[in-house]
């Protein structure tokens, strides 16, 4: 179990002094204020993908049949626009998604694109001025990605992450905390980004379906640790701690747990958990708008 007590003064302030991740801003889950906060508005292009990971909510969706078709979805007043929230976008190439993204900064100005990918099939020359953020999701360090995903691609990955970091955007490695499954990967993964040169390292709790229940527990997730909020922040300052990465974590997550630590001693916050069991399907709950032809 995690040793919180020792050095719970430490964890506090981590939290307070945490930033939101540049992909959080402005949308409405770090604001209060709203009572259902919806995710930014996303452009999908597919729901497949050229990797298997073990966690994927995209395979979850698609079994049920609540994987979004493709198109925008959301506000006709972007700020930002996510690419995309289900499925590798890339996969239909870089100069397709070049065309969808001129089209949509055509409609909606100087909107921020955030692009979401694992990375495999991203040329940065040919989408460096038209992405803002650049998020690519890597769980395991080397033999341990290979598990997690299917898929022998974690040097190819490293060499885009290089790309990514000489590129004009803010570059973004994504984590999937998996206690358990992944522990001694996210420092090596962190300690990689900060010699790159990556700007933030984004550390994203897990939700577990029951279509990949199974898979996870056999992988050896320990489930009670993924459901403690405190265990989540400790291991992203254990991150912090031992890379000079920018350790991000959700901003909906840490603007609620930083409201609770106003509210109660941050003592009483230290059994506080997440259900991380997902009860439904995975689906978006923003409006279908358009869907650019190509
Ligand atoms: S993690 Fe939360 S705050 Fe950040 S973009 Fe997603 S829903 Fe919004």
């Known amino acids: ?7 719970y003064n430490g964890l506090k302030k981590f939290i307070e002094k945490i930033k939101i991740p540049s992909h959080c801003i402005f949308c409405e889950g770090i604001d209060l204020t709203i009572k259902e906060p919806k995710h930014h508005p996303s452009y999908e292009i597919t729901t497949a ?3 298997n990971c073990i966690f994927c909510y995209s395979n979850v969706a698609l079994k049920n049949k609540t994987a979004p078709k493709p198109g925008y979805y959301g506000s006709l007043n972007p700020t930002a626009i996510t690419i995309s929230q289900y499925g590798e976008p890339l996969l239909i190439g870089c100069e397709k998604l070049a065309y969808i993204i001129e089209r949509l900064k055509e409609r909606f100005g100087d909107v921020r694109i955030d692009l979401q990918t694992n990375g495999i099939f991203l040329e940065m020359d040919r989408l460096d001025g038209l992405v803002d953020i650049v998020m690519v999701s890597l ?10 995903t299917g898929v022998n691609a974690f040097d190819k990955v490293v060499g885009v992450l290089n790309d990514v970091a000489n590129a004009d955007c803010v570059g973004v490695v994504r984590s999937i905390h998996m206690p358990g499954i992944n522990d001694d990967d996210l420092v090596k993964i962190a300690k990689m980004c900060d010699e790159i040169g990556i700007d933030e390292f984004f550390l994203q709790p897990i939700s577990i379906y029951k279509e990949n229940k ?40 840490l603007v609620n747990f930083r409201q609770l630590m106003q509210k109660y001693e941050f003592e009483d916050l230290m059994f506080l958990n997440r259900n991380s069991i997902a009860t439904a399907s995975p689906t978006i709950r923003r409006e279908w708008r358009f869907v650019i032809e190509l």
């Open 214 to 253: 199974e898979k996870l527990l056999k992988a050896g997730l320990k489930v009670n640790r993924a459901e403690s909020l405190i265990e989540f922040f400790k291991t992203a300052m254990e991150i912090q701690n031992n890379a000079d990465v920018n350790v991000k974590v959700p901003g909906c997550i």
């Open 139 to 148: 769980d395991g360090f080397g033999e341990n990605y290979v598990k997690l």
């Open 49 to 51: 993908c050229n990797l």
């Open 1 to 7: 179990m995690i040793d919180v007590y020792t050095n």
